[in-house]
């Protein structure tokens, strides 16, 4: 949902909200997969008195594992700090406790003690590890105890303590405003940017990515809220006189410790005036977590230079970060002023960052981390991704459109980045899931193929891109191994946990081998593709975007004709090693019969892709003729696999529309070949298309022939056009149909002509000669 949250306002008894409600919850929501062991917290001690507002206050827990896994050990641990802050820890141990493998067969309740000395906010941290017979595994939940001056206290989770902290922000704010309405104080909404100490700022992390993979965005400018309180005045900030730079470098503390630079958030400079509060201009920080300004010195009439402040906030044009805590709800922090300057003065706020808990800036790093690897290792940018933290569930929510994630999963980069997976699927088919949603975990031997497609999808991706091999759902837990995944179900595109092993097989250099057990693999089967690894863009931008699959084979078949001999083979060894039961690809058949015998078979099909991706897959018009293909490939493959001059003059085709596509692929060679205005597709090209579609007709189905047809009209169209009118045409087509569903890429969905061509014997030996 973008723009606002308005999660809170439905839940506060309004009518229409309750109905709304009722209608997200039908939605079915992609969550994460369960732990073998898992907390819960029980509703004892959730609020009561304290004499002297010191004492104790006993949490009650509940700890249980689920009847598919085996668990040897597991232990809990707590800390507790009050008024918890960035770089000053105050953090202690105050409660452990080991479980034997019989007490998690069934709930073990467990009184867990918080010492109160003092009123104040208490941060309580209950953490549980463990290992089972599948890997390690963890659990976690945060609260927070908030103890008044009378003695009172009240339990919260992360998602409670966040909108009283808003509340409060509000209401300082609205009795401001009370008190003088002509200078409403908009920084009161948000809370304050902190200076990070000299000798910390000093030990920053850099980033891990290579400079060339840092992918930049663009900023956002205020709220609309945030502009109702004040002026814009972007547009005159700047002149070549009288210039003042201003800069500064954002900072967090990540869950482990380390120093980071707050990379692509949005920086909006204000000038502080007596009435409404002026707007300068928006930037973003660069991967140092550097930002800047140069405005001019113009404060108005009678004023002694500008008095300059910044604030940033966790939002850009690709991904946002916000508190679910209702309208303008994204995470912001305000900076002091730098007041009355000089003409010409460099004003340096030096390194900062927001005050308060930097959990909200760990879970925006771990986005960062996966736009950066979905736009440039998978080659396919998946637009704006809204989020929401802390929420009370974590999951992929399809009603509202955003990634939920709880507060304990500050430290579960994999649970987000597999969240962040869902969001990518959702987008990449057209805002659709194949994923019926609910629980799961990776040992169901009979899930719903659409989920276990989906969750797969998911958790393979979070191993892109940190590959450790394992799913951790909180960091350093050992997590559930992927990479060399051992379960005893042999369901393949029915288990998670196969899917997931088999994407990431595919992903991977590492070649396994089952140690002996079909429960790690099929017999005489392997992992083998050393050399030949399937790229993530394959799979993503090749495959997954603007197509739709129902399960892990529907997109075996997409994806097997993207790719080359050598890379097909070995995947399809994989997908047999994991369990999967694999027939023969058949979404692009004809292609690959006409090109069986020639020795550039390989380069002469990806060229054809790259025509594919770039001159039809952008606009609905071309994904209905690719579509055309896919559905009657079988069918052109068997006439013209019975006809070698078809076949020939078939062959012709192809490579002229590959040379087409190798051009497409280069920008200079697209200006060589058709920067004097040259046709796309000249007349004679056209001619021969024609030409071809009229033999193919005389044995086509009904099916293919009224296909056929369409193909003619088409080709008539674009006859002779230059490629900057076929260029203006698509953008007009696209912009008469902006905000409607443009259609997905059916690669299996055959016709019945089709289906029974791929019953050919004849057919099948052609395709396993190639």
Request: charged letters at 25%; one cysteine or more.
């Amino acid at each position: 949902m973008t723009g606002i949250s308005g999660k809170r306002w439905l839940s506060g008894g309004h009518g229409i909200g309750a109905v709304v409600l009722l209608l997200a919850a039908l939605v079915a929501s992609a969550t994460p997969p369960q732990p073998p062991v898992s907390l819960q917290l029980g509703t004892a001690g959730q609020s009561g008195s304290l004499n002297g507002a010191s004492g104790k206050i006993l949490l009650s827990l509940s700890v249980g594992a689920l009847p598919e896994d085996k668990v040897s050990v597991a232990t809990l641990a707590v800390a507790q700090e009050r008024e918890p802050a960035a770089f000053k820890s105050a953090r202690r141990a105050t409660f452990k406790r080991e479980f034997a493998a019989r007490e998690l067969q069934q709930q073990t309740r467990v009184e867990v003690p918080v010492e109160i000395d003092g009123p104040g906010h208490y941060e309580i941290d209950l953490s549980l590890r463990g290992r089972s017979n599948s890997g390690g595994f963890s659990d976690r939940l945060i609260r927070h105890v908030i103890v008044d001056a009378d003695g009172s206290y009240r339990v919260l989770d992360g998602r409670q303590w966040t909108t009283l902290q808003r509340e409060r922000r509000e209401q300082r704010f609205r009795e401001a405003l009370t008190k003088d309405p002509t200078r409403p104080d908009r920084r009161l909404l948000n809370p304050v940017t902190a200076p990070v100490p000299t000798d910390i700022a000093a030990r920053v992390t850099p980033s891990d990515v290579p400079a060339e993979r840092q992918t930049g965005v663009r900023g956002t400018g205020p709220s609309p809220r945030q502009r109702q309180y004040s002026v814009d005045a972007s547009s005159r900030a700047w002149a070549p006189e009288d210039p003042i730079t201003v800069r500064g470098r954002l900072l967090f503390q990540d869950f482990d410790g380390t120093v980071r630079p707050l990379v692509n958030v949005s920086v909006n400079l204000w000038d502080d005036d007596v009435g409404l509060d002026e707007h300068l201009g928006s930037t973003v920080t660069d991967w140092s977590g550097n930002w800047s300004f140069s405005v001019n010195n113009d404060d108005g009439w009678g004023a002694n230079g500008r008095d300059i402040y910044y604030s940033f906030k966790l939002e850009n044009s690709r991904w946002r970060v916000q508190d679910c805590d209702g309208i303008d709800s994204t995470y912001e922090w305000e900076s002091g002023s730098r007041d009355d300057l000089d003409d010409g003065v460099v004003v340096d706020f030096g390194s900062q960052t927001g005050s308060g808990s930097p959990k909200p800036m760990q879970i925006w790093n771990h986005f960062n981390q996966a736009w950066n690897h979905v736009s440039g290792t998978g080659a396919q940018d998946p637009g704006f991704v809204d989020s929401c933290f802390p929420y009370d569930a974590t999951r992929w929510d399809r009603f509202w459109e955003e990634v939920d994630i709880e507060e304990q999963y500050n430290d579960g980069p994999d649970v987000v980045t597999h969240e962040y997976g869902h969001a990518v699927m959702y987008y990449a088919y057209d805002e659709e899931s194949p994923s019926p949603g609910g629980s799961h975990n990776f040992d169901q031997c009979s899930q719903d193929p659409g989920l276990s497609w989906s969750e797969g999808w998911g958790t393979a991706l979070a191993l892109s891109l940190r590959p450790d091999g394992a799913f951790n759902w909180h960091q350093g837990d050992g997590g559930r191994a992927i990479e060399a995944f051992r379960s005893s179900c042999r369901t393949g595109e029915r288990n998670e946990g196969w899917v997931a092993a088999a994407l990431t097989d595919m992903l991977d250099s590492a070649d396994d081998t089952n140690g002996g057990s079909e429960n790690g693999g099929r017999n005489a089967h392997g992992d083998s593709n050393n050399g030949q690894r399937v790229p993530l863009s394959a799979m993503l931008r090749d495959t997954l975007w603007g197509s739709y699959h129902t399960d892990m084979l529907d997109f075996w078949y997409s994806l097997a004709g993207e790719l080359n001999a050598p890379q097909s083979v070995g995947a399809r060894e994989i997908m047999y090693y994991d369990w999967m039961s694999v027939p023969e690809p058949t979404s692009c058949v004809a292609s690959r019969i006409v090109t069986v015998d020639t020795p550039e078979r390989d380069t002469t099909l990806a060229n054809l892709r790259t025509f594919r991706d770039k001159a039809l897959k952008p606009f609905p018009g071309g994904r209905q003729l690719i579509n055309l293909y896919y559905r009657n490939s079988p069918e052109i493959a068997l006439i013209l696999l019975k006809d070698k001059q078809l076949r020939e003059r078939a062959l012709t085709l192809v490579q002229y529309f590959a040379r087409v596509g190798d051009a497409l692929d280069q920008h200079a060679a697209t200006e060589r070949l058709f920067g004097r205005g040259e046709a796309v597709v000249p007349r004679e090209v056209a001619q021969q298309a024609r030409d071809l579609i009229a033999a193919l007709g005389k044995g086509a189905s009904a099916e293919l022939a009224r296909d056929l047809d369409s193909v003619a009209g088409a080709l008539s169209s674009v006859e002779g056009r230059s490629l900057d009118d076929l260029a203006a045409r698509v953008a007009q087509t696209k912009s008469d149909r902006a905000g409607t569903r443009g259609g997905s890429l059916q690669q299996s969905a055959h016709t019945p002509a089709s289906r029974e061509a791929l019953k050919s014997e004849e057919l099948r030996k052609a395709l396993e000669r190639r």
